[in-house]
């Protein structure tokens, strides 16, 4: 069911001309910088027990065990340590010829690390930075960070939401190329005016031949249900109005 429709003008990407490189994200240091809880600030409606289905034979349940060897590892290495922010709501992807991870992290909304698939350091920064200053995405982004690598355009997607104020935002970076850097103008970058009033709470994001589909669940403040949004792919692989 469809339910009061939001559609926002188009944005038009982030100038980031002269733009330096994102800086790196220095380590958590437990000794001296404390750990951020996010807080459960918009509470869940209470859901009354409803009565279950008949009890029958599920005719695909599993009788036999597959193989339970796991095939070995062609290569290991350490993500990202612990950033002081809990949930880290980590998030990772594969490419061709790159593994980027995404989590939570303090001041920077979000930390990025990007390695070679031998398992090589190549970039490590906060997503925030990317953006240029006095934009809400650098001024509010907050985290519940997502990655995807679009394997149709071979393009890369990095995204947060911005809080903590509305109206509200995702922050919506896809890479110029398909190899993802710390060069702010190696990104288109995007932000989206999701909802005046409604916050845009754990966005995840696919990759659709006509669009970049998000599904959120949004709060005004109390819970307010599911949303759904779908994002201009072709403008925004190209830095157009999207």
């Not at 994102?22 to 009354?48: C, H, Q, T």
């Not at 702010?184 to 989206?192: E, G, I, N, T, V």
């Not at 005046?196 to 995840?204: E, H, L, Q």
Request: charged share 15%.
């Amino acid at each position: 069911m469809l339910r009061d429709p939001f559609v926002s003008e188009p944005v038009m990407p982030a100038d980031t001309t002269g733009l330096p490189p994102a800086p790196a994200v220095e380590p958590f240091d437990p000794s001296k910088d404390s750990i951020w809880v996010v807080p459960n600030a918009f509470p869940y409606p209470e859901i009354e027990g409803t009565n279950g289905l008949p009890a029958t034979v599920d005719p695909a349940l599993q009788l036999e065990l597959g193989d339970v060897n796991m095939p070995a590892t062609i290569t290991n290495w350490e993500g990202i340590s612990a950033t002081g922010v809990l949930p880290p709501d980590t998030d990772g992807q594969v490419g061709p010829y790159h593994y980027v991870q995404i989590v939570n992290a303090p001041s920077v909304g979000s930390q990025v690390r990007i390695w070679n698939k031998s398992g090589a350091q190549l970039y490590n920064f906060g997503l925030s930075s990317l953006w240029p200053s006095g934009d809400p995405c650098d001024s509010y982004a907050y985290g519940d960070p997502v990655v995807l690598y679009d394997q149709l355009a071979d393009r890369w997607l990095l995204t947060q939401f911005g809080l903590p104020d509305p109206p509200y935002y995702e922050c919506i970076a896809v890479s110029k190329g398909s190899t993802p850097t710390n060069v702010p103008s190696d990104w288109h970058l995007y932000s989206f005016l999701v909802h005046n009033t409604k916050m845009n709470d754990y966005p995840k994001l696919g990759v659709w031949p006509d669009g970049y589909y998000m599904s959120a669940n949004q709060f005004s403040p109390s819970y307010a249900g599911v949303g759904v949004w779908v994002f201009d792919r072709a403008a925004m692989l190209t830095g157009a109005a999207a």
